[in-house]
């Protein structure tokens, strides 16, 4: 059996949640997800049309494939991922509510040549997560609430 370590980083920047996947082994490379709760999605529509439904991409019968067209959706396309997205999940969280997956890596063609630090990864998180914030009316449920109260004090100290 051969496996690869990596170091998972999780966490949440203002309102999402996300996960940086570091690699700790040559010839490896970084992935980063954000999660978005659809209910959490002021705009029930959007939140319906980001949960995707799969289509068959069988090629070999005994392996059968199901994919998310999610460079279809008029949203996904243009969030700004490190190369695109090129990762979509559909999960459901504790309180059995749809989550979305989607993420990116950095094993790309231009990245072949460019090393990168966690800094570098982070940085991009958080571009990600300011585009959609600008772009979503994404709201906390009461109990998270002070969660986001933590996060705009700590912005404010900062300043």
């Known amino acids: 059996m051969k496996t690869y370590e990596e170091e998972i980083i999780r966490g949440s920047y203002k309102k999402l949640s996300f996960e ?7 010839y490896n490379w970084y992935r980063y997800y954000i999660y978005l709760v659809l209910p959490r999605i002021q705009d029930e529509e ?9 289509k068959d991409s069988t090629i070999v019968l005994e392996r059968p494939r199901k994919m998310y067209m999610y460079y279809d959706n008029d949203f996904l396309i243009n969030v700004p991922m490190h190369g695109e997205i090129t990762f ?15 993420g990116c890596d950095y094993n790309h063609y231009f990245d072949e040549y460019r090393g990168y630090i966690l800094e570098d990864v982070k940085e ?9 914030l600008n772009k979503v009316d994404y ?8 969660i986001e109260e933590d996060y705009e004090e700590s912005v404010e100290e900062d300043e």
């Open 20 to 26: 940086i996947c570091k690699p700790v082994e040559p």
């Open 46 to 54: 959007l939140a319906e049309n980001l949960w995707l439904e799969a």
């Open 88 to 102: 979509y999940k559909k999960e459901f969280n504790q309180e059995d509510e749809r989550v979305i997956k989607i």
């Open 124 to 132: 991009e998180v958080k571009e990600t997560i300011d585009y959609i």
């Open 139 to 146: 709201q906390l449920p009461s109990y998270l609430h002070r």
